[in-house]
């Protein structure tokens, strides 16, 4: 077949500009909503650092998930291996165990818990869905078993001050989860594991041929997704000061969401991270922002799958453009 | 020039014309005054190089461009066709490559698709249905099962069906786009002989292909169109090959393939009793400098053959020596690539490049070992391969972050090369090096080959085109079922022993 006649040339039209930007301009949109409807409270210094509190765990999971998705999978086990990690670490602690120690093992949780992903899918052959859908479910009821289906509480006060303290008026929890998305988009972009990662969510067929290891590629993606949502895990049960067996199931729509809406933020509709940091902050910015209105949180839950939707939607406008 | 463009005489009725059409995009000149005029009931080649215009000509035939200016006409009289339904309903239909067929419903379906579903009060009237689906099969001489799921039917039945329902919207113009393009030797026959039935009842036939040895085979006239314009229209019974490649590529076609003569005595590659899925018990050598050409049909095994020595797929039995280095049984890509094999796959938009990638991404991929220390790769390493690959190649792009998915498809494989090249293999295994790329690109191509082989590297390559066999080769070797039938120097070649050893007919030519 003869290609394309005309060299396809990116357009410089507005509307393409604004749909090329469009999830940055509408996360500038919502802040400036917010900012118009509560400007005494909205862009302070405190409701910004909560924001920034209130992500922080979010992000972790989201860098996780993108991991995952730039090789071409998705994790839906993600928030369940947080909650179990979390749970773990709490379990432990309770029982005695020293601090490091215990997170040490709850973080080795959740990498054997990618590890056993990864092997289901990239070395047997389950498809992303079928496998993490089983491993959410059992993990789900490993983690009511640490937890006796109960609230761990009374967790020891240096192992809460993790997710509690502050440095410079700015909580922990936000440094950290900087550090990890940081060395995660380091990953990603200079290592040999992260251009494979990208060669392997491209085109698997291309990239074996190429003598990419697709298939170590896979695992080590859903590996490291495993320990990283486990330690978003640990930290979220220090700033909660405890720990439940569903207490980080949210987050794993969140982060898909959050995803989802980075692929808008570049032209070749892949995952990354510095989009997934934009779709974090507009969960963020919106549920801080209804809530600071006053709006109810299960409302919060339906408008945050419109905006799924909206952002599918939006990308897949933009690749008919192309 | 202009004389060859107005041969019409009034003793032809003239179905469907094209007057002066121009088409930009982005300030590109797509068409700048083409030309076309199919007459009722003849088979009408459209050729040119990739570039050259013929996809947009056929846009703008059946709705899908507006044209910035010109006319179509159509039975005497200007139309224009807002969109492709429009221009179905006046009876142009277009049958593209990707085949228009939904898989998961019956043939008969398929066929009615374009047609109000009889039906009485909601309920399909299968009856009404099937008769006038039959109708068209019979128009066409085909005895396919209605009732079947269209996704169960071979290739050449699916293009069946694709015909049918271009009959059923009571076409009078059908616009193929390399139609043979996934159609084994048979099946192309079959397909010609519908083609020459639907003709002889009036219908007009453009023919889009690169295969000219098809063209000379099929059709009645030809045109030729080069950046944008029409060259040439002329009956093909009055031209010739050569004459037609070099009108397509605006110069003497010349030497198409290089001189050989650079193969040495010195073994490269030694492959010994190797067996493997679709492959028994293959044993050969290829020399330094060499360019050894695979033929067989379809089928035969030849992609596997590469793809086992590529380390892609697994081998039972068997070794393979690079050199004097004997790879470990099934090696697997990367070790391959380590020891100097490397392959340029068959299918270049699922196999050989990620098309949203840019340009040095996808080089980079086979390169990561090169580009990287520690475990980390290095941005400036991958900018200086990428550099010298698309200087080497010539491959021309707006830039090196550019993706790969925009280049034209000769530029594309060049992308698979170099990327391969950038390895600097000691043996090259190539799987059909031009399909589908223009004349002037394939010409680049069998050169560099050629300079490769000067250089050392050792050329395998894989073709079912047997003039190309023939014309990149030093030696052949033909496959037939999983193995070699025969072998044979390009020097002393012709059509008919390779077919003979296409076909397994081992007769007095073979000497082991």
Same mark, same amino acid.
């Given at each position: 077949?003869?290609?394309?006649?005309?060299?396809?040339?990116?357009?410089?039209?507005?509307?393409?500009?604004?749909?090329?930007?469009?999830?940055?301009?509408?996360?500038?949109?919502?802040?400036?909503?917010?900012?118009?409807?509560?400007?005494?409270?909205?862009?302070?210094?405190?409701?910004?650092?909560?924001?920034?509190?209130?992500?922080?765990?979010?992000?972790?999971?989201?860098?996780?998930?993108?991991?995952?998705?730039?090789?071409?999978?998705?994790?839906?086990?993600?928030?369940?291996?947080s909650?179990?990690?979390?749970?773990?670490?709490?379990?432990?602690?309770?029982?005695?165990?020293?601090m490091?120690?215990a997170?040490?093992?709850?973080?080795?949780?959740?990498?054997?818990?990618?590890?056993?992903?990864?092997?289901?899918?990239?070395?047997?052959?389950?498809?992303?869905?079928?496998?993490?859908?089983?491993?959410?479910?059992?993990?789900?009821?490993?983690?009511?078993?640490?937890?006796?289906?109960?609230?761990?509480?009374?967790?020891?006060?240096?192992?809460?001050?993790?997710?509690?303290?502050?440095?410079?008026?700015?909580?922990?929890?936000?440094?950290?989860?900087?550090?990890i998305?940081l060395?995660?988009?380091?990953?990603?972009?200079?290592?040999?594991?992260?251009?494979?990662?990208?060669?392997?969510?491209?085109?698997?067929?291309?990239?074996?041929?190429?003598?990419?290891?697709?298939?170590?590629?896979?695992?080590?993606?859903f590996?490291?997704?495993g320990?990283?949502?486990?330690?978003?895990?640990?930290?979220?049960?220090?700033r909660?000061?405890?720990?439940?067996?569903?207490?980080?199931?949210?987050?794993m729509?969140?982060? #898909?969401?959050?995803?989802f809406l980075?692929?808008?933020?570049?032209?070749?509709?892949?995952?990354?991270?510095?989009?997934?940091?934009?779709?974090?902050?507009?969960?963020? #910015?919106?549920?801080?922002?209804?809530?600071?209105?006053?709006?109810?949180?299960?409302?919060?839950?339906?408008?945050?799958?419109?905006?799924?939707?909206?952002?599918?939607?939006?990308?897949?406008?933009?690749?008919?453009?192309? | 020039?202009?004389?060859?463009?107005?041969?019409?005489?009034?003793?032809?009725?003239?179905?469907?014309?094209?007057?002066?059409?121009?088409?930009?995009?982005?300030?590109?000149?797509?068409?700048?005054?083409?030309?076309?005029?199919?007459?009722?009931?003849?088979?009408?080649?459209?050729?040119?190089e990739?570039?050259?215009?013929?996809?947009?000509?056929?846009?703008?035939?059946?709705?899908?461009?507006?044209?910035?200016?010109?006319?179509?006409?159509?039975?005497?009289?200007?139309?224009?066709?807002?969109?492709?339904?429009?221009?179905?309903?006046?009876?142009?239909?277009?049958?593209?490559?990707?085949?228009?067929?939904?898989?998961?419903?019956?043939?008969?379906?398929?066929?009615?698709?374009?047609e109000?579903?009889?039906?009485?009060?909601?309920?399909?009237?299968?009856?009404?249905?099937? &008769?006038?689906?039959? =109708?068209?099969?019979?128009?066409?001489?085909?005895?396919?099962?209605?009732?079947?799921?269209?996704?169960?039917?071979?290739?050449?039945?699916?293009?069946?069906?694709?015909?049918?329902?271009?009959?059923?919207?009571n076409?009078?113009?059908?616009?193929?786009?390399?139609?043979?393009?996934?159609?084994?030797?048979?099946?192309?026959?079959?397909?010609?002989?519908?083609? &020459?039935?639907?003709?002889?009842?009036?219908?007009?036939?453009?023919?889009?292909?690169?295969?000219?040895?098809?063209?000379?085979?099929?059709?009645?006239?030809?045109?030729?169109?080069?950046?944008?314009?029409?060259?040439?229209?002329?009956?093909?019974?009055?031209?010739?090959?050569?004459?037609?490649?070099?009108?397509?590529?605006? &110069?003497?076609?010349?030497?198409?393939?290089?001189?050989?003569?650079?193969?040495?005595?010195?073994?490269?590659?030694t492959?010994?009793?190797?067996?493997?899925?679709?492959?028994?018990?293959?044993s050969?050598?290829?020399?330094?400098?060499?360019?050894?050409?695979?033929?067989?049909?379809?089928?035969?095994?030849?992609?596997?053959?590469?793809?086992?020595?590529?380390?892609?797929q697994?081998?039972?039995?068997?070794?393979?020596?690079?050199?004097?280095?004997?790879?470990?049984?099934?090696?697997?890509?990367?070790?391959?690539?380590?020891?100097?094999?490397?392959?340029?796959?068959? !299918?270049?938009?699922?196999?050989?490049?990620?098309?949203?990638?840019?340009?040095?991404?996808?080089?980079?991929?086979?390169n990561?070992?090169?580009?990287?220390?520690?475990?980390?790769?290095?941005?400036?390493?991958?900018?200086?391969?990428?550099?010298?690959?698309?200087?080497?190649?010539?491959?021309?792009?707006?830039?090196?972050?550019?993706?790969?998915?925009?280049?034209?498809?000769?530029?594309?494989?060049?992308?698979?090369?170099?990327?391969?090249?950038?390895?600097?293999?000691?043996?090259?295994?190539?799987?059909?090096?031009?399909?589908?790329?223009?004349?002037?690109?394939?010409? !680049?191509?069998?050169?560099?080959?050629? !300079?490769?082989?000067?250089?050392?590297?050792?050329?395998?390559?894989?073709?079912?085109?047997?003039?190309?066999?023939?014309?990149?080769?030093?030696r052949?070797?033909?496959?037939?079922?999983?193995?070699?039938?025969?072998?044979?120097?390009?020097? =002393?070649?012709t059509?008919?022993?390779?077919?003979?050893?296409?076909?397994?007919?081992?007769?007095?030519?073979?000497?082991?």
């Amino acid at each position: 077949m003869s290609t394309t006649n005309a060299p396809a040339k990116p357009g410089r039209s507005l509307g393409r500009t604004l749909l090329q930007g469009g999830t940055v301009i509408a996360l500038i949109a919502l802040i400036a909503f917010f900012f118009a409807m509560r400007p005494d409270v909205f862009l302070s210094f405190t409701n910004v650092k909560n924001i920034l509190f209130q992500v922080s765990i979010l992000a972790i999971i989201a860098s996780a998930q993108t991991v995952v998705m730039v090789v071409g999978d998705f994790d839906l086990s993600l928030g369940a291996t947080s909650s179990l990690a979390g749970a773990v670490a709490a379990a432990l602690m309770l029982g005695g165990v020293p601090m490091w120690t215990a997170i040490s093992v709850a973080a080795g949780v959740g990498l054997l818990i990618g590890l056993a992903n990864g092997f289901l899918i990239a070395y047997l052959r389950l498809s992303a869905f079928v496998a993490t859908l089983a491993t959410m479910t059992s993990v789900v009821g490993l983690a009511y078993l640490v937890t006796a289906g109960t609230t761990l509480f009374s967790l020891p006060e240096g192992f809460n001050n993790l997710g509690q303290g502050k440095f410079l008026n700015v909580p922990l929890p936000v440094y950290i989860a900087i550090v990890i998305s940081l060395i995660i988009w380091g990953t990603l972009r200079f290592t040999t594991i992260g251009r494979s990662w990208h060669a392997t969510g491209g085109n698997q067929e291309v990239a074996r041929l190429s003598g990419v290891n697709v298939r170590r590629a896979r695992l080590l993606a859903f590996t490291l997704a495993g320990l990283v949502s486990a330690i978003g895990g640990i930290l979220l049960a220090a700033r909660l000061g405890s720990a439940s067996a569903v207490q980080g199931s949210d987050n794993m729509m969140f982060s #898909v969401a959050a995803v989802f809406l980075g692929m808008t933020v570049i032209r070749s509709g892949m995952a990354n991270l510095g989009g997934t940091m934009v779709g974090v902050t507009i969960i963020g #910015v919106m549920s801080n922002g209804l809530n600071i209105l006053g709006v109810n949180s299960y409302v919060q839950q339906v408008v945050t799958g419109l905006i799924i939707i909206a952002a599918v939607t939006l990308s897949s406008l933009k690749n008919r453009e192309r | 020039m202009n004389a060859a463009l107005t041969t019409e005489d009034s003793s032809h009725t003239i179905a469907l014309e094209a007057r002066d059409i121009f088409k930009h995009f982005d300030g590109v000149h797509a068409l700048s005054g083409a030309q076309l005029s199919v007459r009722k009931g003849e088979i009408h080649a459209l050729l040119g190089e990739n570039g050259a215009g013929k996809s947009t000509l056929v846009k703008v035939l059946t709705g899908l461009y507006t044209p910035d200016s010109g006319t179509i006409v159509q039975n005497g009289s200007d139309v224009e066709f807002a969109n492709v339904r429009v221009a179905n309903r006046a009876g142009i239909v277009a049958l593209y490559q990707e085949l228009s067929i939904i898989p998961s419903i019956s043939v008969a379906e398929n066929i009615m698709l374009g047609e109000q579903t009889p039906n009485r009060g909601g309920l399909v009237q299968w009856k009404t249905l099937r &008769r006038g689906a039959q =109708e068209q099969l019979d128009r066409l001489n085909q005895t396919i099962p209605l009732g079947k799921l269209a996704g169960e039917l071979s290739p050449v039945q699916q293009t069946m069906v694709a015909f049918a329902r271009a009959l059923a919207t009571n076409a009078q113009v059908l616009i193929l786009d390399e139609p043979t393009a996934s159609l084994t030797d048979t099946e192309i026959k079959d397909l010609f002989a519908v083609l &020459r039935k639907l003709r002889d009842q009036g219908v007009a036939i453009v023919y889009v292909s690169h295969r000219l040895e098809e063209v000379f085979e099929l059709c009645d006239r030809l045109t030729i169109m080069r950046n944008g314009e029409t060259i040439i229209t002329k009956n093909v019974a009055d031209s010739n090959i050569d004459e037609v490649i070099s009108t397509m590529v605006g &110069r003497a076609a010349g030497e198409l393939y290089p001189e050989r003569g650079t193969a040495t005595s010195t073994v490269a590659l030694t492959v010994e009793k190797v067996d493997g899925r679709k492959v028994k018990d293959i044993s050969f050598t290829a020399h330094k400098g060499e360019v050894l050409g695979i033929g067989g049909l379809a089928g035969s095994g030849r992609s596997e053959l590469l793809r086992i020595l590529a380390g892609a797929q697994k081998h039972t039995a068997g070794t393979i020596t690079v050199g004097d280095k004997t790879l470990r049984p099934s090696p697997g890509v990367s070790r391959a690539l380590e020891a100097g094999i490397a392959l340029v796959p068959e !299918e270049r938009r699922s196999q050989g490049v990620i098309l949203s990638a840019t340009i040095q991404d996808n080089i980079a991929l086979a390169n990561i070992p090169g580009v990287s220390s520690f475990g980390f790769v290095s941005g400036s390493r991958i900018v200086d391969i990428t550099r010298q690959g698309m200087l080497d190649l010539q491959i021309k792009a707006r830039g090196q972050r550019q993706p790969v998915g925009e280049l034209s498809g000769g530029n594309q494989q060049k992308v698979v090369l170099a990327k391969m090249l950038a390895r600097k293999p000691k043996v090259l295994l190539m799987d059909e090096p031009t399909r589908g790329i223009d004349v002037g690109t394939k010409a !680049e191509i069998y050169r560099l080959i050629r !300079e490769l082989a000067a250089g050392g590297t050792t050329v395998v390559a894989v073709s079912s085109e047997l003039p190309e066999l023939m014309g990149m080769s030093d030696r052949i070797i033909i496959m037939h079922e999983g193995q070699i039938s025969g072998e044979v120097q390009a020097s =002393e070649a012709t059509e008919e022993i390779l077919l003979a050893y296409c076909y397994g007919k081992a007769d007095s030519h073979v000497n082991n």
